[in-house]
Each structure stands twice: as structure tokens, then as C-alpha cells.
């Protein structure tokens, strides 16, 4: 076997010098140049292969010799009979079916986490922890929409009376351990809206009172904000984004600012995707609510509709981005039901 | 510029290259990534050696290339106890928030010295021509550097930020070692006062007219916000470096960095939307891109030849530093 060209450094200075290793068949490895040392083959440790950066020999007292040539050095390891590990990981890097076979699991994996681990695991996690919590999470929010965004309510004291006395009844038919506030806000910017913070506070603004025509519609929209407080929504929405994060890691290796910025597009795109499901868990839970309280569900329906033909919601490409999931599904649902 | 500079004749430009390709890094990516969650994530230690291995291997200067040495199992050891760290922490925080705030400060005073053992760490397990590098710095210097100088930046206003910046560099710089061979780090604080100041004024001034836009379109303001964000990105990390590398020496060897921010801009752009429309995939391609453009902008003057360094002694360095520092987000590059 003729012998493998590389490069011998001493490991004392950073002096190279050009050198042909060859192998005995005694099992010593030695060199052209005779002033470069012999050893045995087994007291040699042999770097592994990693795509086509130089292989080391390296030897007991630390000096090493370097070669680009793989292919030799992995012949020579062939007759040899040794070193099936370390090849293992270069076999499944080089050969194209292992790699579409990885590429495969790790996408199916990626995706059943996303689709349903994280969102699960986010479900239990947030019922396992005392309700409490629920408190903790956005617990000065409704202050920052005040400053920002929401101006006082200028609703008559009696309109507000009269909600206030829906939301006091609807309130005590809820789950336990959350403090039921409503509180009223002329919108501002965000118009037309009813808001649920984790704690159970509801915000409902002005504008979506005066729209609804008939006070069933906004004890429909308090169902809906209800059942964001109920399920959990905030803290869940708290711990799946988190596990996002740690999922952007794991994938991009690296805690750096850059990988942040890259994994923000899809992780909006899976978050839209989150707040969708979240949207059609509320929507279930006031549909259930209105049956249960004899409560036509088309009420809801009927509202939502005013407000669409006011927003002319984004539809299209856009609608994946989109917090809520497109009118005509939740439309179609709440009339398809009853 | 500067009227030290010998005669340009005297050095000798040496290019590094780098010869990773896209997609020879996604097999080992995807295959680092399958491996990872098939062991529940103890093949991260292996996986990060095999890829800092390939960027290594990969990266030429002259007639050799550079090696990773890293054993895994010491990494896998540091992430097990960063990982410990970080549950007894979140515990701490979530049932008896005082215990976290004494942890907080415990770790405040740990950072320091996880800086040193980061920088040294990493040092010692990179080696070029068989001579490993080294690092010196002691807790002291860490500390000034990288806990009391920034605590001052909200009391002056960030006044002081430019100066941190440099002081940082240069204790990251001034106490490497390449074998017996110290680094220098000789920029002036004039000159990293004249990169900050003007990025300051364009941060406010644009930081306006991206709020004006916002307020008139809230879309608009996003899209032209992200673009702002990603040019004065791309403008800081490349004049950054440019003027980190200017100023470095390795004996009496120089380095030339010339980034340009308006390459950068468009190479972070481009793989930001590979990245998005591939869910993730091209990771690898936008890591290749990324490194080879930084490393083929950089030459080393070299004064006379390069086989002149001697190895230093070495002592060994466990992980544990480097990988608490990356779990808790601790960023600190040349």
C-alpha cells in the first residue's frame, strides 16, 4: 500500500513539515522522512471523519500528523478491521436515503410537537398548577391597555348596570378561584373588542356594546371571553411560547440574537396557529354556554357578522397570520350546531 | 492610518478560507439534530463537537486548518449541570420567589468567573499547526468588565457603553494566547466612541420615523422597523468586527477584517427568508453563508513566517463554565 501524504507537526512548535505515512505490516506506523518518530498503530488515536476536513493521526506524546486525504485514511482503517464506530456516523451522514430517512423523523417529529405535544403538555401543565397562577401571568396588562390603547368608557350608567348584572350571573355559574372583574373601556384604536386577561378580568368596550343589537349578543361575547379564563388560555399561550423557544434551540443550536431573529417568522406562523385553537376552544365554550342557558347560539353568529362587514378581516395568504380563525368557520360552526 | 504601521511591503497578506458547503453541513445537522431526540438530548454534547469540528476543519489560513478538541463528555457533564442550575432556579423562582432572588445574586457573582471559564475553555480546546490556544484572564478583570462597568451604563445615561464594549474586547483579547504567542488589542476608546455615537443618533432618529410609521400604518411600521433593525445590525456587526480584528496582533503578525454592512444586510435578509419559507431547513446553508463570509473577509499580515510559535503548558478546563454561560444566554464573542 503506498503511503498517505500529509503534514507532520511536533506539537512544540507550529512548524510543519510535509511527510508520507505509511504502515507496516507489523502494525508501525512510520514515515519517509526517518527523523519523524515510528509508533504502533494502536497507541495511535485516529480522528473521526467528519464530511472532508484533515484526518489526525495523533500520537502518544502529543504530536499529530494531518492529512486531506480521507479516502486513504479510511482504507487503511478498512484493512485494518477497526474503527466501525466512529464510521457509523459518517455512513448515515453520506449515504442520501439515511439522510432523507432523518430528514423525515426529524420533520414528523418537529411536527407532532408543534401540532400536539407542545399544545398538550402546555394543557396539563397549566391545570396542574394552582389557579393562582393564572393571576401571576399579565398581572399589570390591563394598566399598559390604559395607558396605550383603551380611554375611559362614556356608556350610561344604566346600560352599564344592566351588563354588569349579566356578567354578575354568568360570573357565579363559572369555575372557582378566579376573580371575575368586568371592566368597561371606550376602545380606542381596537374598536369593537371584548379582552379576557388570565386573572378572569373581561374588558368589553364601547363600541361592541353599541353594535350589539340585543343584550343575548354580548352575554354570547361574555361566554366567549369566559371560556379564554376557563381553558386556561394565557398561561398556556405563556408556556407554549416558551416551549417554542427551547424547541428554536434545540433545532438551530445556538442562543445567539441571530437565531432568534431567523426562528421569529415561524414561530408567528405557529403561534397564529395556537391563538386559532385557542379561539375555537372559546367558541365551543359559549356554545355550549348559550345551550345550556336556552340561548340561541345564531345571537353570536349575528354579531360576529356585523363585525366583520365593519373590520373587512384579512382573508387569503394573510388569514394563517391571523389571530382568530376566518369568520365564515366560526360563522359556519355556530349556525351549523344548532 | 496610523504611523506605526511598518511598510505594507514587509508583511505578507494570508487569506483564511473556509470550504464548508450547505449541503454537507445539513447531513450533519439533520443527522446531529435525529441523534439529539432519539437520546432525549444527551447527543447534544457529540452533535456540538461534530459540528464545531466541521467549522473548524473548515476554516483554512495558509496551507492548514484549524481543530476543535473538545472532549464531549466533559460538555455533556457542563450542560448536565447548567441544566441542574437552571431547575433548581425555575423551582426557586415558581414556589419561594426569595430563594431566586439570593440565587440571582449568587449567580450575578458567579458570572465573572463562568466568563473566564468559558473563554478559557474554548481557548484551550482550539488548536491550529498542533499548538492549542489559551487564555489568561483573571476573575478580577471579568468582573470589571463584564458585571460593575455595565451596572454603570443606566447611571451615565449609556454614556460609559462604548467604552465597556472595548474594555470587554480587550480582556477577551488581550489575554489570549496562541501557544506562548500573546494576542494585542490596541483600538483606541476614541475609536469605538466613533462607531457607537453616529449609531446612536441613527438608532433615535430612525427609531422616530419607524414609531411616526407605525402609528400611520401598523404594518408599514413593522416592515420598515425590521429592515432598520436588520441594516443597523448588519452596520454594527460589521464595523464592529472590522475594528475588533484592525487592532488585534498575534506577536508581530496583524489581522485585516473588511466587512461591509451593505453584504451582511442582504446575507442575514436572504437567509431569514430561506429560513422562514423552508420552516428551519436552510439553517444550514444561512450558518455556511454566514460563516464563510466573515471568515473570507479576513487576512492575516504576517511578519515573516508562521511556524515560529511554541506550545505553552496546558491544563485542563471542564466545561461547565461555557455551558452555564450559553444556557443563561451569556453572549460573549470576539
Do not use: K, N, Q, V
Given at each position: 500500500m503506498s503511503g498517505i501524504a500529509g503534514t507532520f507537526y511536533d506539537?512544540?512548535?507550529?512548524r510543519g513539515r510535509p511527510a508520507v505515512l505509511h504502515l507496516g505490516r507489523d502494525g508501525v506506523v512510520w514515515f519517509d522522512d526517518a527523523a519523524l518518530p515510528r509508533a504502533s498503530i494502536r497507541e495511535l488515536r485516529i480522528s473521526e471523519r467528519i464530511g472532508n476536513i484533515p484526518r489526525a493521526f495523533v500520537f502518544p506524546d502529543g504530536a499529530r500528523f494531518e492529512t486531506p486525504d480521507n479516502d486513504a485514511v479510511d482504507r487503511l482503517l478498512a484493512a485494518l478491521g477497526r474503527a466501525r464506530a466512529p464510521r457509523f456516523l459518517y455512513a448515515l451522514e453520506s449515504r442520501a436515503r439515511y439522510i432523507l430517512l432523518a430528514l423525515a423523523v426529524v420533520v414528523a417529529f418537529s411536527w407532532a410537537l408543534v401540532r400536539f405535544g407542545i399544545p398538550e403538555a402546555a394543557r396539563a401543565v397549566a391545570f396542574a398548577l394552582p389557579v393562582e397562577t393564572n393571576a401571576a401571568i399579565g398581572a399589570s396588562t390591563l394598566e399598559l391597555l390604559d395607558r396605550a390603547v383603551l380611554r375611559p368608557s362614556a356608556l350610561e350608567a344604566e346600560t352599564r348596570e344592566r351588563l354588569a348584572g349579566h356578567f354578575a350571573r354568568m360570573a357565579a355559574e363559572q369555575p372557582q378561584g378566579f376573580s371575575y372583574t368586568l371592566h368597561f373601556r371606550s376602545g380606542g384604536r381596537i374598536g369593537a373588542n371584548a379582552l379576557a386577561l388570565p386573572s378572569g378580568a373581561i374588558v368589553l368596550t364601547d363600541e361592541l356594546v353599541q353594535l350589539a343589537q340585543r343584550d343575548e349578543e354580548v352575554i354570547a361575547v361574555l361566554a366567549h371571553e369566559f371560556g379564554h379564563v376557563a381553558h386556561r388560555h394565557g398561561l398556556r399561550r405563556a408556556l407554549q411560547s416558551s416551549a417554542m423557544g427551547l424547541l428554536a434551540v434545540l433545532l438551530t443550536g445556538d442562543v445567539s440574537s441571530t437565531s432568534a431573529m431567523v426562528a421569529a417568522l415561524p414561530t408567528l406562523l405557529v403561534e397564529a396557529q395556537y391563538s386559532q385553537a385557542f379561539e375555537r376552544e372559546a367558541d365551543r365554550y359559549a356554545y355550549e354556554y348559550l345551550t345550556r342557558r336556552g340561548i340561541e347560539p345564531a345571537h353570536f353568529a349575528n354579531l360576529m357578522e356585523r363585525l366583520e362587514q365593519r373590520r373587512r378581516g384579512a382573508g387569503g395568504a394573510l388569514a394563517y397570520l391571523?389571530?382568530?380563525?376566518p369568520t365564515a368557520e366560526r360563522l359556519r360552526r355556530l349556525r351549523g350546531g344548532s | 492610518m496610523q504611523a506605526t504601521v511598518p511598510s505594507a511591503s514587509a508583511r505578507r497578506a494570508v487569506p483564511f478560507a473556509f470550504h464548508g458547503r450547505g449541503g454537507e453541513y445539513f447531513r450533519i445537522w439533520i443527522v446531529n439534530i435525529l441523534l439529539t431526540i432519539l437520546t432525549l438530548g444527551i447527543y447534544s454534547a457529540w452533535a456540538k463537537v461534530r459540528r464545531q469540528r466541521y467549522f473548524y476543519g473548515n476554516t483554512r489560513l495558509g496551507d492548514a486548518t484549524f481543530e476543535y478538541l473538545a472532549d464531549p463528555r466533559v460538555i455533556l457533564r457542563g450542560r448536565l449541570i447548567a441544566f441542574g442550575v437552571f431547575i433548581v432556579y425555575s423551582a426557586a423562582n415558581q414556589f419561594y420567589p426569595p430563594a431566586a432572588m439570593v440565587l440571582s445574586l449568587v449567580f450575578a457573582g458567579a458570572m465573572p468567573w463562568l466568563v473566564v471559564r468559558s473563554l478559557a475553555f474554548r481557548a484551550r480546546n482550539s488548536a491550529f499547526r498542533n499548538i492549542r490556544f489559551d487564555f489568561k484572564g483573571t476573575y478580577r478583570e471579568a468582573a470589571a468588565a463584564f458585571l460593575w462597568m455595565p451596572m454603570l451604563i443606566p447611571f451615565t445615561f449609556g454614556l460609559i457603553y462604548p467604552y465597556v464594549v472595548r474594555r470587554q474586547k480587550e480582556v477577551v483579547i488581550g489575554n489570549t494566547m496562541y501557544g506562548t504567542t500573546p494576542f494585542t488589542f490596541s483600538a483606541r476608546i476614541r475609536d469605538f466612541y466613533e462607531l457607537f455615537v453616529p449609531m446612536l443618533v441613527l438608532l433615535v432618529g430612525g427609531g422616530m420615523v419607524v414609531y411616526g410609521l407605525a402609528r400611520f400604518s401598523l404594518p408599514l411600521g413593522l416592515a420598515v422597523g425590521g429592515l432598520f433593525y436588520l441594516g443597523l445590525h448588519s452596520y454594527l456587526s460589521a464595523h464592529l468586527s472590522n475594528l475588533v480584528y484592525n487592532h488585534s496582533r498575534i506577536g508581530p503578525h496583524r489581522l485585516r477584517s473588511s466587512q461591509r454592512a451593505r453584504d451582511l444586510a442582504l446575507l442575514h435578509l436572504t437567509n431569514l427568508v430561506g429560513i422562514a419559507l423552508t420552516f428551519g431547513l436552510y439553517i444550514p446553508w444561512a450558518k455556511v453563508r454566514l460563516a464563510r463570509y466573515r471568515i473570507e473577509h479576513l487576512q492575516l499580515l504576517a511578519?515573516?513566517?508562521?511556524?515560529a510559535f511554541a506550545a505553552g503548558e496546558q491544563q485542563n478546563v471542564t466545561s461547565t463554565g461555557e455551558e452555564i454561560g450559553e444556557m443563561f444566554d451569556l453572549a460573549i464573542g470576539v
Open positions: 506539537g512544540r512548535t507550529s391571523s389571530s382568530h380563525p | 511578519a515573516g513566517e508562521l511556524d
